[in-house]
T-cell receptor, first 113, second 113 residues
Framework: EAQVTQNPRYLITVTGKKLTVTCSQN?????MSWYRQDPGLGLRQIYY???????DKGDVPEGYKVSRKEKRNFPLILESPSPNQTSLYFC????????????FGEGSWLTVV | KNQVEQSPQSLIILEGKNCTLQ??????????LRWYKQDTGRGPVSLTI?????NTKSNGRYTATLDADTKQSSLHITASQLSDSASYIC????????????FGKGNQVVVIP
């Protein structure tokens, strides 16, 4: 079954404590990306990757890092989380970006206190 | 200013009735326009993808239309069911540039018995 898997699904953490949200896809997709979703703002892109070792900033990259060492994995790193990073995060993947379906993970609810 | 505007922001409809959601965009030129369905707390799921040359695309009871001249798209839901209660997100991919997608904030639909 085609899947984009995120972990953890739910997390409460404290300000400044580094955390990583993992994302893995089993469809051999080249394109992966991270989004955050906040009430009234819709989905906003944080970072994206066109392939292994190729990453680029989205619309709201501040406070986040990513890496793409393997095709299937695209972790999102919060080096020093702050309360304004409390949000619902989605990882997504697709076979290219042109006209192909984008598959989203189930989301990771992150609360920073 | 958001490049993708959706209306109405929210809508309540009776089960069995039809409804139409609107998406106006300023992205130009664009490569494709997508509609996604997002259940509360879940990841978005693709409904339709239309290129700039397509006028309509159906997926079961969902029919999307596109008018590239007026830069408008609509999503029509026929014979609504309780399971149609969700947020419907319009997404436009620019023809040029940096592979970033432009997301609308969504139409929140509630179907009541």
């Amino acid at each position: 079954e085609a899947q984009v898997t995120q972990n953890p699904r739910y997390l409460i953490t404290v300000t400044g404590k580094k955390l990583t949200v993992t994302c893995s896809q089993n469809m051999n997709h080249e394109y992966m990306s991270w989004y955050r979703q906040d009430p009234g703002l819709g989905l906003r892109q944080i970072y994206y990757s066109m392939n292994v070792e190729v990453t680029d900033k989205g619309d709201v990259p501040e406070g986040y890092k990513v890496s793409r060492k393997e095709k299937r994995n695209f972790p999102l790193i919060l080096e020093s989380p702050s309360p304004n990073q409390t949000s619902l995060y989605f990882c997504a993947s697709s076979s290219g970006i042109s006209g192909n379906t984008i598959y989203f993970g189930e989301g990771s609810w992150l609360t920073v206190v | 200013k958001n490049q993708v505007e959706q209306s109405p922001q929210s809508l309540i409809i009776l089960e069995g009735k039809n409804c139409t959601l609107q998406c106006n965009y300023t992205v130009s030129p664009f490569s494709n326009l997508r509609w996604y369905k997002q259940d509360t707390g879940r990841g978005p799921v693709s409904l339709t993808i239309m290129t700039f040359s397509e006028n309509t695309k159906s997926n079961g009871r969902y029919t999307a239309t596109l008018d590239a001249d007026t830069k408008q798209s609509s999503l029509h839901i026929t014979a609504s069911q309780l399971s149609d209660s969700a947020s419907y997100i319009c997404v436009v991919r620019p023809y040029y540039g940096n592979n970033r997608l432009a997301f609308g904030k969504g139409n929140q639909v509630v179907v009541i018995p």
